[in-house]
């Protein structure tokens, strides 16, 4: 009966925790990255707020949060208004070229944490 | 949005609706929250239909137990129709273009015939069938076939995210 649960067990972490690593999907969370500098467009809509930021090297995407989570967490549209500099803390998408999921977000030296 | 996206999808993804389910700050929130409760009505009406097939609940007449719960399981099923379409609409040509969600349509098309075939075999079975008798083996198989399929729907549609 012990080894049982304990297979139960087993059986319920081991995919929670597979799950839990890959945490945003897929995003490469082993390999943060920074993408810095003027927001370009700005969809903000559901599922998620969506820039394009172009930053030194070339335009990256930069997908945010739920616009609900956005405006509770302090980024309504005017916070992430095109024009405006940016700083995205994040992780590359292994799917999308030049695509990038933000943890977080620093305009005018306002943070905001979007996970 | 995915550039070779076929013209339809691209089409329904920039309609006025999909446009105001992404825009609106309630619409794809409450599509999401409206699918897992579908999802809720819709399985668990499967799994007692699925069970009585099986064997369980023999005190009572199979289609007692199987019929209204077959009617509420197909209730369940429109109503996750309904707000997936809406989830789909929002961002048809990627989740169009996602393999897990290429592997849930099948699997949502074969759980479909799988129904519609064992309301057709099962109906003389179900209609002579008195609590405490065994059903015919087809039922048994039907119905392992269902919850297999209709299980492997739901990791599938969750796991769209992770693709």
């Not at chain 1, 945003?24 to 969506?50: Q, R």
């Given at each position: 009966m012990h080894k049982m649960l304990a297979l139960i067990g087993l059986g319920l972490a081991v995919p929670t925790a597979v799950l839990a690593h890959h945490?945003?999907?897929?995003?490469?969370?082993a390999h943060p990255i920074t993408v810095a500098g003027a927001i370009?467009?700005?969809?903000?809509?559901?599922?998620h707020a969506l820039i394009t930021v172009k930053a030194p090297d070339k335009v990256w995407t930069v997908t945010l949060a739920p616009t609900s989570r956005m405006r509770s967490r302090g980024a309504p549209p005017e916070f992430v208004a095109v024009g405006k500099v940016v700083s995205a803390y994040g992780y590359p998408s292994t799917v999308e070229k030049d695509e990038m999921r933000a943890e977080r977000i620093t305009i005018d030296g306002k943070t905001v944490e979007l996970r | 949005m995915l550039h070779d996206a076929p013209q339809f999808l691209v089409a329904l993804e920039q309609s006025a609706l999909a446009s105001a389910i992404r825009q609106s700050s309630w619409a794809y929130m409450t599509a999401n929250v409206g699918h897992i409760l579908a999802l809720m009505v819709f399985v668990s009406a499967v799994v007692v239909m699925d069970a009585r097939l099986l064997g369980?609940?023999?005190?009572?007449?199979p289609a007692s137990v199987v019929r209204p719960a077959r009617r509420l399981a197909a209730l369940g099923l429109v109503l996750m129709a309904a707000t997936g379409s809406m989830l789909f609409a929002a961002e048809a040509t990627h989740v169009a273009g996602n393999p897990v969600f290429q592997i849930k349509a099948v699997l949502i098309v074969l759980g479909i015939l799988n129904a519609l075939l064992a309301g057709r075999l099962l109906r003389e079975a179900l209609d002579e069938t008195h609590a405490f008798e065994p059903l015919p083996t087809a039922a048994k198989v039907c119905a392992v076939l269902s919850l297999t399929i209709w299980f492997a729907t739901a990791a599938c549609g969750r796991l769209i995210a992770y693709f």
């Amino acid at each position: 009966m012990h080894k049982m649960l304990a297979l139960i067990g087993l059986g319920l972490a081991v995919p929670t925790a597979v799950l839990a690593h890959h945490g945003w999907g897929s995003y490469d969370a082993a390999h943060p990255i920074t993408v810095a500098g003027a927001i370009e467009t700005l969809k903000y809509e559901n599922p998620h707020a969506l820039i394009t930021v172009k930053a030194p090297d070339k335009v990256w995407t930069v997908t945010l949060a739920p616009t609900s989570r956005m405006r509770s967490r302090g980024a309504p549209p005017e916070f992430v208004a095109v024009g405006k500099v940016v700083s995205a803390y994040g992780y590359p998408s292994t799917v999308e070229k030049d695509e990038m999921r933000a943890e977080r977000i620093t305009i005018d030296g306002k943070t905001v944490e979007l996970r | 949005m995915l550039h070779d996206a076929p013209q339809f999808l691209v089409a329904l993804e920039q309609s006025a609706l999909a446009s105001a389910i992404r825009q609106s700050s309630w619409a794809y929130m409450t599509a999401n929250v409206g699918h897992i409760l579908a999802l809720m009505v819709f399985v668990s009406a499967v799994v007692v239909m699925d069970a009585r097939l099986l064997g369980a609940f023999a005190a009572a007449p199979p289609a007692s137990v199987v019929r209204p719960a077959r009617r509420l399981a197909a209730l369940g099923l429109v109503l996750m129709a309904a707000t997936g379409s809406m989830l789909f609409a929002a961002e048809a040509t990627h989740v169009a273009g996602n393999p897990v969600f290429q592997i849930k349509a099948v699997l949502i098309v074969l759980g479909i015939l799988n129904a519609l075939l064992a309301g057709r075999l099962l109906r003389e079975a179900l209609d002579e069938t008195h609590a405490f008798e065994p059903l015919p083996t087809a039922a048994k198989v039907c119905a392992v076939l269902s919850l297999t399929i209709w299980f492997a729907t739901a990791a599938c549609g969750r796991l769209i995210a992770y693709f």
